[in-house]
């Protein structure tokens, strides 16, 4: 099962940085928190993921507090191809089953 | 950039009839898998498999279900006996266990109809 928390949606104006939070209380010391998001009905695609520091790559930021309890996916500049499902995954690698919750919907506005 | 390619991209079939899906992975990715999405609801892992058998294995991967992998590039999901229920986009994902690489990647799925 999920073992994370998100909000069902969040809104965001075309430009601005979207900032999307995620819960893991129960995080074990080795497990990874990973984002991924869904665009309408297609494949899952690959955003993000860390440990305990902090990770930028092309695409988004991520923040991980220090006590690894919650992070948050910062996607800098939203555009409207950002709106999507967005999903926090926590585990110990992708070599096993991913447990995908709700996510949270965010949609970009013009 | 490499992708995973899924064929068909939509099937529709009948209720009891059998259905293969397609997928080819990333060429040098070794763990496979398979996942579906019934409309509306959340994506659910249904299998994974690695060094030509399964490794592990979903509570909705039942005896109609089976997977393999014929050749050096394909990865099937068949379907035995369509059930109504089976209606859902599948989705193909591959992996690699090389350093910074564990990531899976998604294919585009697959949409089955069952009437």
């Known amino acids: 099962d999920a073992k994370t928390t998100q909000p069902p949606s969040m809104d965001c104006a075309e430009g601005r940085a979207a900032n999307l939070p995620c819960n893991h209380s129960t995080i074990s010391g080795n497990e990874y928190v990973y984002w991924y998001r869904q665009i309408h009905s297609q494949g899952p695609q690959y955003i993000i993921h860390g440990l305990k520091n902090n990770e930028t790559n092309e695409m988004a930021s991520l923040i991980i507090t220090e006590d690894r309890k919650s992070s948050t996916l910062i996607l800098p500049h939203a555009t409207l191809r950002d709106t999507a499902v967005y999903y926090c995954?926590?585990?110990?690698?992708?070599?096993?089953?991913?447990?995908f919750g709700r996510g949270t919907q965010l949609t970009v506005w013009p | 950039e490499p992708e995973v390619t899924q064929t068909p991209s939509h099937q529709v079939t009948q209720m009891g009839q059998e259905v293969i899906l397609r997928c080819v992975p990333i060429?040098?990715?070794?763990?496979f898998y398979w996942y579906r999405q019934i409309l509306g609801q959340k994506v659910e892992f249904l299998v994974s498999?690695?060094?030509?058998?399964?490794?592990?294995k979903s509570e909705i991967f039942d005896d109609q279900f089976s997977v393999e992998r014929p050749d050096g590039s394909n990865f099937t999901l068949k379907i035995r006996s369509t059930k109504l229920e089976d209606s859902a986009m599948y989705f193909c994902?591959?992996?690699?266990?090389?350093?910074?690489?564990?990531?899976?990647?998604f294919g585009p799925g697959t949409r089955l109809l069952v009437l």
């Open positions: 995954i926590v585990g110990l690698s992708t070599l096993g089953r991913l447990y």
């Open positions: 994902a591959s992996s690699s266990p090389w350093a910074g690489g564990e990531t899976q990647y």
């Open positions: 498999f690695y060094n030509n058998e399964i490794s592990e």
């Open positions: 060429s040098n990715h070794l763990y």
